[in-house]
């Protein structure tokens, strides 16, 4: 089956850096996304690595190593509206292409 | 320009009445996806249409659920017979295709309460 791991909370302060982990199983694999969703809110997307190796966008950035089916994303110069929810996101062809979504990291930046 | 617009933004029902929940997506987009998300937790997968079909059906919970789109736009997910297990917040998404690496933007979601 398809399945993504990430840890449920992560506290952090204004201006730090923290790292979000993501580590998946799945079949035939075509990418890690990542979502950010505030509370109430609809979830945006933030990044996407099918390749190896950091993609950055600004203050955030993605990391993806396929060959341990791991991924992370980053988060610099931490501001208070960065707290909220963090899903990593698998395709999976599973016959069709479903999109399996992990649990959400839950980031609370304080002062 | 719009983004994905769904409705009703509220809705609550009495157990064992349908609900239709319907998502209009951004204008062009071929894809559009269905989640379901309960309290707290992660988006659950419920149903891809590529176009006006489904080519993965797999993550509907059970022959209760429905979900349609015609006109390569407008999509309804219809829940009978509701059941309390069903309360969640309903969202839909889009992607220009269905490739992997576009983005999907989602709607705000449908907040659904059975009572």
């Known amino acids: 089956g398809q399945s993504l791991e990430q840890p449920s909370e992560v506290t952090a302060v204004e201006g730090a850096i923290v790292q979000i982990n993501c580590t998946y199983q799945?079949?035939?694999?075509?990418?890690l996304s990542w979502y950010q969703q505030h509370d109430g809110g609809a979830p945006t997307f933030l990044s996407y690595n099918a390749l190896d190796g950091l993609e950055e966008t600004g203050r955030f950035s993605s990391f993806l190593s396929r060959s341990d089916s791991y991924g992370y994303l980053l988060l610099q110069e931490l501001q208070m509206k960065d707290s909220a929810s963090y899903f990593c996101a698998v395709r999976a062809n599973t016959g069709g292409f479903k999109t399996i979504f992990g649990a959400g990291t839950r980031l609370f930046v304080k002062a | 320009g719009a983004g994905v617009s769904q409705s009703p933004s509220n809705k609550v029902t009495e157990k064992g009445k349908d609900v239709e929940l319907r998502c209009d997506p951004i204008s062009g987009h071929t894809a559009l996806y269905w989640y379901r998300q309960r309290l707290g937790q992660g988006l659950e997968f419920l149903i891809y249409?590529?176009?006006?079909?489904?080519?993965?059906k797999s993550g509907l919970p059970s022959d209760r659920f429905s979900a349609e789109r015609t006109g390569e736009s407008v999509s309804t997910l219809t829940i009978q017979r509701t059941q309390q297990e069903d309360s969640a917040v309903y969202l839909c998404a889009s992607s220009l295709g269905h490739g992997s690496n576009q983005p999907q933007h989602f709607g705000d979601g449908t907040r659904l309460s059975i009572l």
């Open positions: 799945t079949s035939g694999f075509y990418g």
């Open positions: 249409f590529q176009g006006n079909s489904a080519p993965d």
